[in-house]
């Protein structure tokens, strides 16, 4: 077999590797989401008035000044969940005006739920400990814990935007399903190019790779949750030593989850699409640096998982994109024959995987409401995603450029 025919197979092989592909992706999603649980609609069980217990919610929060103010509009404006609950942000030494932003949206903005206001409180957290080593939100939470005493605390992200209603529902089936830590799943809000290139790649991995059903089987060792809405019951999270235990764990959420669920207590992970919004990265550099630090770590440290799955996603996503131009000039350029008719069929692959790609996203449409912008980018999205894998590994194992808005996570 000469050159020409080995590079035609090649191409051949590849067109149609990324169609099978992108089509199990979706028969996947489409079964897995089919019995996912989810978010209760809003319960009858208590008569629709706050249930008889206390809630704390943490906002830890770091140089989120683009985030707060609109993420506590949301929190302090939610539907009141329980008899007694009060709001904390935990100011992790901002270098912008988090903090003033954060005291200024406590005093001025007004409860307009039909329960009484939330206590409101902005605390600062303080220098990290010299000589030891606390990454990410874990010490701002950990800080936090010395203000609470409610019988639940929930912990949600600057960058989460929640329904009116979405706190009491999630409490509400927290309680009634006795739940020691309940997550929910947010819908990805896409706010600059990058995130619409890469945010639809993503919420499909994370839809199909993370076994919801088996995170919330007693019996499965599997344990699963989301960072940016984790409520626990105080008692669970204090015995299974919170985020204090987690100091230099960088993917905290998937730690806390095992903790829970290993030592015994009850998890539960639902979807809860129509109640929480996450907005993750306001531009290429945020999103490069944010992936980068969870994309090895996510795949469970293993440096095989995390450039095959680099792989693939390249495969599928890219491949359909490069391959039709270049295959249309083949077809172009080659005399009538059986090569040529190879090409023809590359051709076709390559728009079959276009509109698979297009279907991906009416998908998610249905699904996510996340709308068709700027779909036929995915093909640069798989780009940025290959490049994210190796970029990811480096820096994990060598600490080079491993940061988050900008601190460091290897030391």
Known sequence: MDASWL??????????????????????????????PELDAEST???????????????????????IEACL??????????????????????????LAIARAEMSQLECKSSGENPEGQVIAAGPRPEGERWVGKNWACSQAMHEVSSGWVLFIDAD????????????????????????????????????????PIMASLLGLGFPIQETN?????????????MLFRREAYEAIGGHRALAAEVVEDLALARRIKHGGYRLRY??????????????????????????FLGLDGSILKALSAGGVVLLMFSTPWLVVPGALVMDRLLPAGPLQTCWQAITVLGLVGIGLQLGLRLWTLKRFALPLKHWWLMGAGGLIVAGLAPTSVWRSLTGQGWTWKGRSLSS
């Open 45 to 67: 069980d208590y008569g629709g008035d706050p249930i008889d217990t206390s809630l704390t919610v943490v906002i830890p929060a770091f140089n989120e000044a683009a985030n």
């Open 270 to 295: 639902r979807l809860g699409l129509d109640a929480v919004e996450l907005h993750m990265y306001a531009s290429f550099s945020a999103l490069w640096e944010g992936w980068s630090k969870n994309w």
């Open 7 to 36: 590079i035609t197979a090649f191409f051949l092989i590849s067109a149609s590797a990324a169609a099978l592909g992108l089509v199990t992706l979706l028969i996947g999603l489409q079964r897995t989401f089919a019995t996912a």
């Open 160 to 199: 989460v935007r929640l329904a009116p209603d979405a706190i009491r529902r999630a409490l509400h089936q927290a309680t009634r399903e006795e739940a020691d830590l309940f997550s929910l799943a947010p819908r990805l809000v896409c706010s600059c190019l990058a995130e619409w290139m890469v945010q």
């Open 73 to 98: 509009r949301t929190v302090l404006t939610s539907a009141s969940p329980c008899q007694q609950w009060k709001v904390l942000v935990v100011d992790d030494e901002s270098s912008d005006a988090t």
């Open 217 to 229: 089987e007693p019996d499965s060792s599997v344990a699963f949750a989301a960072g940016p809405f």
